[in-house]
């Protein structure tokens, strides 16, 4: 048998491998560095992470992490996570949500993903139907990484992108898993009261329905943007909601987005006692662990109210006044005639943004057709990088698109505008031929 051949063999893998899609994301962020490289100076508004020099981790966090590694701990880290960081994690969730978990209701690894996985391997068989909105953040592949069979419920500016119970009616009864997410990824926008009350109320309703010997239908809430909610609404959530629902939700909240670790990896999710064990059993073969250092920081950072509280307030003031100049800016164009829109920011990194150019055509004399073809343009012709929806399981028709302000300056506002108006102008209206 030959070991090393020249050319690559054609290796059969599994069919769930083979299907797996890549991040739509990542494949523009990959066009977009391939600019950099080449000089150009790009707006670069598609990845939902920091600039650590505008948004750094809080003080007292690092200085914990790299106590911790003076201390020697080193060594594994409970399968669960530190009895410390649950007992802060769930601190946290009582005095600033009213939530009641216990220390064995808390789950913690390496970021939120490895949790939302082992949430989706817990509840969701092979076949099992999983229901969450369109556009929304990789619900499509943790739902084929278990097999599931995807219903995508497409939503609309008119109901701020938020998914309606209304949408999930008639998939109800064949339904495993809802996986919701508030304020959402890719829209910054949040559920409102009523709206996240009438889909636990089908919940109840459903599972009450269901015998024992049938597995109910759970709810993955990520709120993993929860506490960087800066408009006029609260931030509402399911259990508090309707207590009852404490029996279905899990819960998938972490340090990333809110304190900007999102290198530093840890995460926590909170549910009903057996789902959180079973969600560890699968975690701890993967190894997916919070390093042990990092846990025993966020311990520390997480009791530490004064802290907390101090980083929200600079971040949050430093988001919204980004989203805010921006959203102002688009409206701005929208007042001026251009087929432009945006929906008024309110929580997360995101703004929602409509630039509907399909039907333009560029200087070359092509057409452009979808949110594809405006992405490129917007990319090649004007140096803007941001994510169209259909890169969150939104229809390529769609065009309307993220941007993400955690690499923005805001010295930067007024030249991205004098690109994009540039771009703006630099297409001309279809004409209609009779
Ligand atoms: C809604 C949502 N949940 C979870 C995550 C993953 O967070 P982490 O970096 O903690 O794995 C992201 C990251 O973009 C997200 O947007």
């Known amino acids: 048998m030959e070991y090393f051949t020249e050319t690559a063999p054609m290796l059969m893998v599994s069919k769930m491998a083979e299907e797996m899609k890549g991040s739509e994301i990542i494949k ?37 992490v790299i106590n911790a590694y003076n201390k020697g701990f080193t060594n594994y880290p409970l399968s669960n ?43 969701v068989d092979q076949g099992d139907t999983v229901l969450f909105p369109a556009p929304s953040w990789n619900n499509n592949h943790y739902t084929h990484l278990c097999g599931g069979k995807a219903i995508a419920l497409e939503t609309s500016s008119e109901n701020d992108f938020m998914p309606s119970y209304l949408d999930m009616k008639a998939h109800i009864s064949n339904t495993s898993l809802i996986s919701l997410c508030s304020p959402l990824n890719p829209t910054g926008t949040s559920f409102k009261r009523r709206q ?18 049938e597995k109910p239908i759970y709810l993955i809430f990520d709120q993993v943007y929860w506490m960087l909610n800066f408009g006029d609404e609260m931030h509402v959530d399911p259990v508090n909601l309707y207590p009852e629902m404490k029996n279905y939700t899990i819960y998938i909240d972490g340090m990333s987005k809110a304190f900007s670790s999102t290198g ?12 959180i064990a079973k969600m560890k059993n699968i975690l701890g073969h993967v190894g997916a662990w919070a390093p042990k250092p990092e846990q025993m920081a966020a311990a520390v950072f997480l009791k530490n109210d004064n802290a907390v509280t101090e980083h929200l307030e600079a ?78 399981g939104a ?9 993400s302000v955690g690499q923005c300056r ?17 297409i001309e209206e279809l004409v209609e031929e009779d």
Not at 196 to 213: A, F, G, H, S, Y
Not at 264 to 275: D, E, L, M, Q, Y
Not at 395 to 403: D, G, H, N, T
């Open 28 to 64: 523009i962020a990959a066009e977009m560095k391939k600019m950099v490289a080449n000089g150009d100076r790009v707006f670069n508004y598609t990845i939902g992470d920091f600039d650590p020099s505008i948004f750094p981790v809080p003080e007292l966090f690092k200085n914990e």
């Open 81 to 123: 996570g530190t009895l410390e960081l649950r007992q802060s994690v769930s601190r946290l969730l009582h005095t600033r949500l009213g939530l009641e978990y216990k220390d064995d209701q808390v789950l913690i690894a390496g970021g939120s993903r490895p949790l939302i996985y082992a949430a989706y391997k817990t509840v």
């Open 196 to 213: 996240l009350e009438e889909i636990c109320e089908l919940i109840l309703e459903e599972n009450k329905k269901r015998p024992d010997t």
């Open 264 to 275: 530093v990896r840890v995460g926590w999710a909170t549910g009903p006692t057996k789902i």
């Open 315 to 392: 971040m949050k003031l430093k988001i919204s006044e980004r989203l805010n100049a921006l959203y102002k800016g688009f409206i701005r164009l929208k007042s001026e005639g251009f087929n432009i829109d945006a929906v008024k920011p309110e929580a997360s990194i995101y703004l929602t943004v409509k630039i509907d150019l399909a039907g333009r055509i560029m200087r070359d004399g092509i057409t452009l057709e979808n949110a594809k073809d405006i992405t490129n343009y917007l990319l090649k012709e004007s140096k803007i990088a941001i994510v169209p929806f259909y890169a969150f």
């Open 395 to 403: 229809p390529v028709s769609s065009c309307w698109f993220r941007i």
């Open 410 to 426: 805001m010295e930067d506002i007024e030249p991205f505008f004098e690109a994009l108006r540039a771009a703006l102008s630099g």
